[in-house]
């Protein structure tokens, strides 16, 4: 039969292979097909048509598709050879707008692994990542921060790969990349994955995790596991130390996955371990943040994945512990089963950490570890805009073919980088916001009106003057719309109805000056006239309402000004005396004894919002300050006599001490001493003559922190404060600390985790928290407390224009991703302090400021980590004077993860270290071959 096929005619052979190309042609077509799901974009690629990645078998795509503005580049020649890819030949710049988004289809409420890529290559000729400047910028994973890419001092040859696996809320993923003013930002490629939904269960609407680092363990020759092997494809770097006391262990079995797993981890990572020989007890692994990362900002969340793959019986158990905290004890993995074990929700407060895996005292065999993945936390805390508001400004934009360079990512979120043009309601915390005014004036808009404005239900304000739409005014039903400019177009046509009727009924303010319609029209709303009254009805309904209040109000301020002045002098408080004592003892001042030391209350030295604070002198010549409640106080202070009890038990040297009190139907009192140098907040405001030095700040700080230590952990039941904040933190003639205003301090029991009460505080000091739950705790202090820390360091309110309103906390976070950590400094410590102690209270503080009361440190150890840094602080300060050397955040940061091995009886306890196959290498930054 072969013989008769090979002696048929020519046409017959052509035809047969003709058929052969086409099935070759098929099968590389099926091949090259990409898994479902799969994203693949080369940002920069000019060819808009797909092409092949060699080594990976999967189709890349122009970025053309997925992203406006932006420019095209190749990097420089003399680094084409040496790139692994062909997506890191090219790259896509963003030299203009603030944020530039790349927008990709995506399923809603899925889960997804982003992956995007960054390699300079010196594309613009300015070798910026070399010379000595700061490059930097930002990513953003849809409305909120991602990670910052620093290419400061890096090789331009060397592919940085930033990942987050994320919750995508609709169906579309924007990625942002944000312009901080110290570097263009540019991007290379980008990878989307979809994650199936039970993986990574930590991972919600409100939490993504960014990669820090994934390990697969045992001996591999291949640097990058990825696609295929990984149906996700994940990263898996591996572990390539092999040398003695270190041995790779393998197996040939296929390893399951035990009930309740969520990772799908490869079985041909998991058929390979790592273990140390059996002389050996112990290795740890040293997880440090790189170059490329800031280690103040992060919390890791790690990973372990274990299955024993050594022989069928064994006998392995042991504990681990994270910087000898045990966080699983005695464990034994199982055979051929996969054991993922972490923390759900548990991260770890700093991007650097030491994790040991010790062998039991029943273990006959050493710890093993097959893959190590760790993640750091992403907070999903901003909303995005209404989806319909969306939908509608980005038909509005198709529609006019607007191309603002700010009109990029979503409208409203974040609020720094909100359309231009567009002002947003963010009222409601928990919703979305929403767009209240559109202002497209002089905006060169032609053709007609777009019917989307009016689908906006929460539109108010509507500005399109100075353009040219033409056509008929739509008639459109829009009960939210207060103010409707088309005036200086080219409309013309009849006024709908609906819309004449909602001007004379005072609902609508129309403009249509300078437009055909109005040639022949002498109607209000075609009139120049800004200041005109728009109907009679709005001026009753409210400008003579208006009127009438103030009115009234005025004749009450006057009314209670005359009784005052009346009475203040001539009524005799003494008969408003409580008869009932306290039994306590302090002592209990009368009205009249108060006026006397007062001198009739003439010298105010502070007010709050339950009072006011006079200074007053004893008969003895004790100054003291009294605090006096106002009477609108006074029917609500039912805790007052009950309060003055728990505070006469309060005595600590860091807490202002109550010399006595005031208990009268008309006015209740609390006597202090009185502190010379004010309050904190007017010295870090620059109230007094001189500004404190590093020194004496972390003294300050250590002496509130103390203050409240002893309210928390001292007194029974223990005090919430409630109020703490820098105007509360008083200052004696040596500059210590003291906290004052116990007038709203709460106690609670031993057998309560928590009050719920009103909350006191101040706004910028109060617990995020509370607004979920209601309920405030010691922890509610110690947030507070870290906003004080705050305002020590930098010399910042806690909430300021930075030049929009901005939360100190948040301030500080973003000069930190910058690596601008000189910007959070107070410039009138004239860069005098102390390097690492200052690296320390930022860290501090920012623990103590964690939205979750959970991630806070307690003030017995804030009180702790203070006490270490005083004396590094003191002894950097030389006998001459000389000033502490200048803090630089251009020092390397060290770049390590170490496997540290440590021996049992017959062997030496020192531990000796074994670097990775990664010397000096960064948690995300590899040469890797693609596979």
């Not at 017959?12 to 077509?29: E, G, K, P, S």
């Not at 069928?312 to 464990?331: A, H, K, M, Q, V």
């Not at 008869?579 to 209990?588: A, G, N, Q, S, V």
């Not at 995300?924 to 071959?929: A, G, H, L, V």
Request: net charge negative.
């Amino acid at each position: 039969m072969v013989m008769i096929s090979f002696s048929r005619s020519a046409s017959t052979r052509l035809a047969w292979i003709l058929a052969l190309l086409i099935i070759v042609v098929m099968m590389i077509q099926v091949r090259a097909q990409n898994p479902p799901g799969f994203i693949n974009i080369d940002c920069g690629w000019k060819n808009s048509s797909a092409y092949l990645d060699n080594t990976l078998k999967i189709q890349y795509s122009f970025d053309g598709g997925f992203v406006e503005g932006g420019q095209n580049h190749e990097i420089s020649p003399e680094f084409i050879a040496g790139a692994n890819d062909d997506q890191q030949k090219t790259l896509r710049s963003f030299p203009d707008g603030s944020r530039n988004c790349y927008t990709l289809p995506s399923n809603s409420s899925s889960k997804y692994l982003l992956r995007a890529m960054f390699t300079y290559g010196n594309y613009d000729r300015l070798n910026k990542s070399m010379d000595g400047s700061l490059f930097l910028f930002g990513l953003h994973i849809g409305v909120n921060f991602w990670e910052a890419v620093n290419l400061s001092n890096w090789d331009p040859s060397v592919t940085v790969f930033k990942e987050v696996l994320t919750v995508v809320p609709s169906n579309s993923l924007s990625v942002c990349l944000i312009n901080f003013g110290s570097g263009i930002p540019f991007i290379s490629s980008l990878e989307l994955r979809p994650l199936q939904d039970t993986m990574y269960p930590f991972v919600n609407t409100s939490v993504s995790v960014s990669y820090f680092k994934r390990i697969r363990f045992g001996n591999n020759t291949d640097p990058i596991t990825r696609y295929p092997v990984d149906d996700y494809d994940r990263f898996w770097e591996s572990w390539t130390s092999t040398s003695y006391p270190f041995i790779n262990l393998n197996t040939a079995n296929n390893v399951g996955s035990l009930p309740g797993n969520d990772f799908n981890v490869p079985s041909a990572i998991l058929q390979q371990a790592s273990t140390v020989d059996a002389n050996y007890s112990r290795f740890s692994i040293n997880v440090a943040s790189g170059y490329n990362k800031d280690a103040l900002s992060l919390q890791l969340l790690p990973i372990f994945h274990f299955t024993e793959i050594n022989g069928s019986t064994p006998n392995r158990r042991f504990d681990i512990y994270s910087r000898g905290e045990g966080l699983f004890p005695g464990f034994s993995p199982s055979l051929l089963r996969v054991d993922s074990m972490y923390k759900s929700g548990q991260f770890l407060q700093k991007g650097d950490t030491l994790f040991t895996l010790n062998k039991t005292s029943s273990s006959s065999l050493p710890p093993l570890i097959n893959a190590f993945e760790v993640y750091s936390l992403v907070r999903m805390e901003n909303l995005t805009t209404d989806s319909d508001d969306v939908k509608y400004m980005k038909e509005v934009k198709t529609h006019y073919n607007l191309a603002r360079t700010s009109w990029n990512g979503d409208p409203c979120s974040p609020r720094d980088y909100s359309w231009e043009g567009l002002t947003c309601d963010y009222s409601k915390s928990n919703q979305n916001p929403r767009i209240v005014t559109i202002n497209l004036s002089s905006s060169g808009l032609g053709g007609g009106f777009a019917i989307s404005f009016m689908n906006m239900t929460s539109l108010e304000n509507l500005d399109l003057s100075h353009n040219n739409l033409t056509g008929a005014i739509p008639d459109y039903q829009l009960k939210s719309l207060k103010v409707l400019d088309l005036s200086n177009n080219k409309l013309d046509g009849p006024i709908p109805d609906s819309i004449l009727q909602r001007v004379q009924d005072g609902l609508l303010d129309l403009r249509l000056q300078g437009n055909p319609v109005c040639s022949n029209s002498k109607d209000a709303y075609c009139s120049d006239n800004k200041k005109r009254n728009t109907t009679p009805t709005l001026l009753i309904a409210v400008i003579v309402p208006l009127v009438l209040i103030s009115l009234v109000v005025g004749m009450f301020i006057l009314w209670k000004l005359y009784w005052k002045g009346k009475s203040g002098d001539n009524e005799d408080y003494a008969m408003y005396e409580e008869e009932t004592p306290l039994h306590i003892d302090i002592r209990r001042f009368t009205y009249a004894e108060l006026k006397l030391i007062t001198n009739n209350f003439q010298s105010i030295v502070g007010k709050g919002g339950f009072g006011i604070v006079y200074h007053g002198t004893l008969e003895n010549g004790d100054e003291v300050a009294v605090k006096v409640l106002m009477e609108t106080s006074i029917d609500e202070s039912t805790d007052f006599l009950p309060e003055v009890q728990t505070l006469t038990k309060v005595h600590h040297k860091n807490l202002v001490t109550l010399q006595g009190y005031c208990q009268n139907k008309k006015c209740l009192a609390l006597v202090y001493d009185f502190m010379p140098r004010g309050n904190l907040q007017q010295i870090l405001r620059g109230g007094d003559i001189y500004s404190l030095d590093w020194e004496q700040r972390l003294h300050i700080a250590l002496d509130s922190a103390q203050g409240l230590e002893y309210l928390h952990e001292s007194c029974t039941p223990s005090i919430v404060h409630r109020d703490v904040k820098t105007a509360n933190i008083l200052l004696d003639k040596n500059l210590v600390g003291v906290i004052s205003d116990f007038g709203l301090s709460r106690a609670f029991n031993d057998a309560h985790t928590h009050i719920s009460t009103v909350a006191a505080g101040t706004l910028g000091y109060l617990d995020p928290e509370y607004h979920a739950t209601f309920q405030l705790t010691v922890k509610t202090d110690v947030y507070s407390f870290g906003i004080v820390l705050l305002e020590i360091i930098t010399g910042q309110p806690p909430v300021f224009n930075d030049p929009h309103t901005v939360h100190l906390p948040n301030w500080v976070r973003q000069k930190i991703a910058k690596g601008s950590i000189h910007d959070v400094i107070d410039k009138r410590l004239l860069d005098q302090y102390d390097a690492s102690s200052l690296e320390s209270v930022i860290d501090l503080a920012m623990n103590c400021v964690e939205n979750a009361a959970i991630d806070r440190p307690s003030m017995t150890e804030v009180v702790s980590r203070l006490k270490v840094w005083l004396p590094v602080s003191s002894s950097k300060q030389s006998t001459s004077g000389t000033p502490r050397r200048k803090y630089s955040m251009d020092a390397d940061i060290p770049k390590q993860f170490q496997l540290m091995v440590s021996g049992v009886s017959g062997v030496s306890n020192e531990s000796s270290s074994f670097q990775s196959g990664y010397t000096g290498g960064l948690t995300e930054i590899s040469t890797f071959s693609g596979r």
